[in-house]
C-alpha cells in the first residue's frame, strides 16, 4: 500500500523555512512564513502571554482532559473578541480546534455535513491551504477575483461580478482583515456591499481572521467580519490566536458557527462535538488557556493590547519605510501601496524567476507568488530588500 503513495510536493511556504535554515550563508533573510519577528530577529513570547503561562504553571494542578469542543470560558471570550459584545451569543455554536486551520477544516467538515455539495469560493489569491484543504476534503473550488494586480488595491468589482456566480448554499471564503497574501483589505462599504450580495446569493461566508489586531486594531480590524454576522442568517468563522497572541506552536484556534435560529444552535453544537471527537477528540488545551487568561485578566489584557499596538505600530513603520526606500531607488511611487496595506504581507509584483534571482544573489527568502512577509524585517534589513527588488528589476 504504501509503495503506491503519489509524491506530494511540498507546501510552497512550510518548505522555505527548512531551505532558509539549510542555507550555510551568514547574511540572508527569512520573509517567508507568516511568524512576527522583532528589532533582533526573533519571535518572542508576548509579555502577557509569559505571565500567563507562570500564573498557569502555578496553579494548574491536573492535565486531565477537558472538554471535547474545548474550555467554554475560551470559546465565549473568543465570540467576544471577535464578534464584539453584541454578538448574537445564542445562536452561535463553537469549537476549540488545533490552529486556525484546524478551525477552518472543521468548519469545512461541518459544510460537508450540512451541505455536502457546496462549492467553496476561493479568493485568487489566497492562502494556498484553502484551495487544497477544500479539495482534499472532496469539494468542487471556485475562484473569484480578489486582487488588481496592475493597482494593488482588492479588485472589488472583479470580485462581486465573480461571486455573482454563487448559487445557493455555496461557501465563500473571505479574509477576515490582513489579506494573505496580498495585503489588500476591503474598506467599510465594500464589506457592506458584499454582505447584500451575499445575502442575495444565499452564501455562506466562511471567514478566517488570523491577524486581527495587526492591521488597524482590535474593533477596526473586525469590522468586516462584525458586519457580517449583523447581516447574514448563517456564519463561519475561523480564528486564529497564532499571530495575535504569538503562540504559534500552541495550536489555538475556535470555530464560531452562526446559525439563523438560537433552536438551531443546540444541534450545530452537537455536530461540532461529533466532528472533533472523529477528527482528533479532544483540542489542545495549553495555548487556549493563556489567551483564556490574557483576555478576562484586566491587566493582562491591557498588557497584551499594548503590545499588540506595537506589533501593529512597527509593521506599520517598516511598510512606510520599505516603500520610502522603494521611492527613493526608482524615483515612482509605485510602491505606495506597501505603506497602505495592512497586516503581514504584501505581493510585491516579483515573478518566480526574480524571487529565485533575489534568493541566490542575496538571500533574501519570499514565497514564489513574491510574498513578502513584512513582519520579518527590521529598520536594518528594509534596505537590503530594497535593493534587492530593484537590482531584480522590479
Ligand atoms: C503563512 O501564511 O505563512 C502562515 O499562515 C503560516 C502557514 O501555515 O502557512
Known sequence: MLNSLPKRPPDKIIKLIQEFRDDPRDRKLDLGVGVYRD?????????AVKTAEKRLWETESTKTYTGMVGEAAFRHAMVRLVLGRNAPFDRIASASAPGGTGAIHQGLELVKEGSPNARIWVPDPSWPNHRSMAAHLGFDVEFYRYFDFENRNADFDGMCEDLSGVSRGDVVILHGCCHNPTGADL???????????????????????????????????????????????????AASCSKNFGIYRERTGVLLAMSEQASVAGSVQGTLTHLNRQNFSFPPDHGSRLVTMVLEDGE????????????????????????????QRTGSDRFGFVAEHRGMFSLMGASPEQVNAIREKFGIYMVGDGRVNVAGLSKDTVPMLADALVSAGI
Open 300 to 327: 493582562l489584557r491591557s498588557e497584551w493590547e499594548a503590545e499588540l499596538a506595537e506589533i501593529r505600530d512597527n509593521l506599520r513603520m517598516l511598510r512606510s519605510m520599505l516603500a520610502s526606500e522603494l521611492h
Open 187 to 237: 474598506n467599510r462599504g465594500q464589506w457592506f456591499k458584499l454582505a447584500d450580495l451575499l445575502l442575495e446569493r444565499e452564501a455562506v461566508a466562511l471567514v478566517d481572521i488570523a491577524y486581527q489586531g495587526f492591521g488597524d486594531g482590535l474593533d477596526e480590524d473586525a469590522t468586516g467580519v462584525r458586519h457580517l454576522a449583523s447581516r447574514l442568517p448563517e456564519m463561519l468563522v
Open 39 to 47: 528589532a533582533s530577529g526573533i519571535t518572542p513570547i508576548m509579555r
